[in-house]
């Protein structure tokens, strides 16, 4: 450095300034070759640590997932309770198809740090079959005896063989014995612990916030220390909870939450928010129109049914009423390809509408046709509701009453009683092949969700062959043929399919879901979620 200096003191002023720009210019250069040099040879990678917040409107009830059918509750319960799937190391089906022999993993353990175990799983399955415990799972458990063979060992047989009980017992969420075991049924729903929740799921409850009013504002998780999957990198997730969507969206716009989701259609003001990722997931969901025919008996003739199919065209509600938001559906069968959903051919047809409503009013000598319209209190649902109104009136028909209900009103008797002439309602289909909760004559009366109150038995044959083929191709057939069947009797207009959509910041990295089967699914990988990242060199 001294011998440096000496040379430097040497140099004329013109020779200095030109040796202390070239220096600069050479470790500028050498900087910027360093930084070329890191970032091709260095990745970003996850790192644990950070936190998110999700948003929703609406209020939670009980953290349990096998006593509340509130969607808020499934959702959050989906990140607390670990599915029977990831509990399992195996299981054997006899040759019948009528026995499942389950095996849990060893080790396993809730997030009070007690052990789990086919104790738990017996206990889960029994309160959903009690009739007192109104579990929303209980169709999807009846007549399944539940025996426990060991510690780690179950054994469930079926009356007869169902091919797509491996889905059942995938998708069947564990509840702890050891916190409700003592408690009267009758009584689950007072207990502390659905607000307060112990699980299995990949986060554990830390604590919520609430005002004075009851009003809960916040829950706080963490990751379960005991979670028998990968840990999630997301340290704190946090869900936060608002009176209506307009203070959801400015806390999204103002950053307090990172995300939101929601499966009913999204305002293009929404969309348009500016430094956000809107993802549009898939869903097996339809929404139609089912014609009740025991109530309004013009719904019973062939050609009104026909001539309200052909007077709809799917293709305009989804582009001009739901504003792209939706993918149009004609059938009962939905087929995921290419990230969308189809399910058959295009029916509409104005011209064949009005000469089939035409030649109706000819034969019964110009009877006016008068009939109404069941639609749930949701503003996406009343607006298609408007534009079938319009549309079925353009064809000829004199008279559409629209009926407003609230779904979600337990006084409500709309559904239960069957209480409509036509509804606009949705269908969630847990697995897209079976049709049997929407279609078979034994679903007609509630709880069943057979709301055209369909029958025809080639229909209920072809279902039930269905249900016990484990042929893929001969079971695809059958449902070819069920498919066939119900769209030649015409017993419901098919609409549209509405993707989730999902909301949030660039901050969040590792979600692409392809499909979801339920907006709770979107955290079955949330173990791959992460907002802190580190580039290491490679």
Do not use: C
Request: glycine share 4%.
């Amino acid at each position: 450095m001294a011998i440096l200096k000496q040379i430097f003191a040497h140099f004329s002023s013109k020779e200095q300034k030109w040796f202390v720009a070239s220096a600069i210019v050479f470790f500028l250069a050498l900087i910027a070759h360093t930084t070329l040099a890191i970032h091709d040879h260095s990745v970003f990678v996850p790192v644990e640590g950070g936190s998110y917040h999700e948003g929703f409107v609406g209020q939670p009830i009980a953290l349990n997932p096998i006593l509340s059918n509130n969607p808020i509750d499934q959702e959050i319960s989906s990140l607390l309770f670990t599915r029977l799937e990831n509990l399992m190391s195996g299981y054997e089906v006899s040759d019948d198809g009528r026995e499942y022999t389950l095996k849990l993993k060893e080790n396993l353990r809730w997030s009070d740090n007690e052990p789990l175990t086919s104790d738990d799983v017996l206990f889960t399955i029994k309160t959903i079959q009690n009739p007192d415990a109104y579990s929303p799972l209980a169709k999807s458990w009846q007549g399944i005896a539940v025996e426990r063979v060991s510690q780690l060992q179950v054994k469930l047989t079926l009356l007869s063989p169902y091919v797509f009980f491996a889905d059942n017992i995938a998708h069947l969420p564990v509840v702890p014995k050891h916190i409700y075991g003592t408690i009267p049924v009758q009584n689950f729903r007072l207990s502390g612990y659905n607000l307060e929740p112990v699980g299995s799921g990949p986060y554990r409850f830390e604590k919520f916030t609430k005002r004075k009013d009851g009003f809960i504002t916040q829950y706080q998780f963490v990751a379960n220390d005991n979670f028998v999957g990968t840990r999630p990198y997301i340290r704190d997730f946090y869900f936060d909870f608002f009176q209506n969507t307009d203070d959801l969206k400015r806390a999204l716009a103002k950053r307090d939450i990172n995300a939101f989701g929601t499966a009913a259609p999204l305002s293009a003001d929404t969309l348009d928010m500016k430094g956000l990722v809107v993802q549009k997931i898939p869903m097996p969901n339809y929404y139609a129109i089912f014609f009740n025919q025991n109530s309004n008996p013009l719904l019973r003739d062939d050609s009104i049914r026909e001539a309200l199919v052909a007077a709809i065209d799917q293709n305009a509600i989804t582009k001009d009423v739901l504003q792209g938001n939706a993918i149009p559906v004609f059938g009962p069968h939905l087929v995921f390809e290419r990230d969308s959903i189809t399910s058959g051919d295009a029916t509409f047809d104005p011209d064949r509408a009005r000469e089939l409503i035409s030649a109706f009013k000819t034969k019964n000598k110009n009877e006016r046709i008068e009939i109404a319209l069941s639609v749930p209190d949701a503003s996406f649902l009343k607006d298609v509701a408007e534009y079938v109104k319009t549309a079925w009136m353009n064809a000829g028909i004199d008279e559409v009453t629209i009926r407003v209900f609230n779904p979600s009103d337990p006084t409500d008797a709309t559904i239960k009683s069957r209480d409509y002439e036509m509804i606009l309602f949705g269908n969630v289909l847990e697995n897209p092949e079976d049709l049997f909760p929407f279609w078979h004559s034994s679903q007609r009366a509630y709880p069943g969700f057979n709301l055209a109150l369909y029958s025809n038995q080639k229909v209920d044959t072809a279902i039930e062959a269905a249900r016990q083929s484990g042929v893929a191709s001969r079971r695809s057939a059958q449902v070819t043929q069920e498919t066939s069947l119900i769209m030649a009797d015409a017993p419901a207009l098919f609409l549209f399919s509405l993707p989730y959509t999902y909301v949030h910041t660039p901050s969040l990295k590792g979600f692409s879901p392809k499909t979801l089967g339920t907006p709770a699914d979107r955290f079955n990988m949330v173990d791959g979620w992460y907002v802190a990242e580190v580039r290491i060199v490679q």
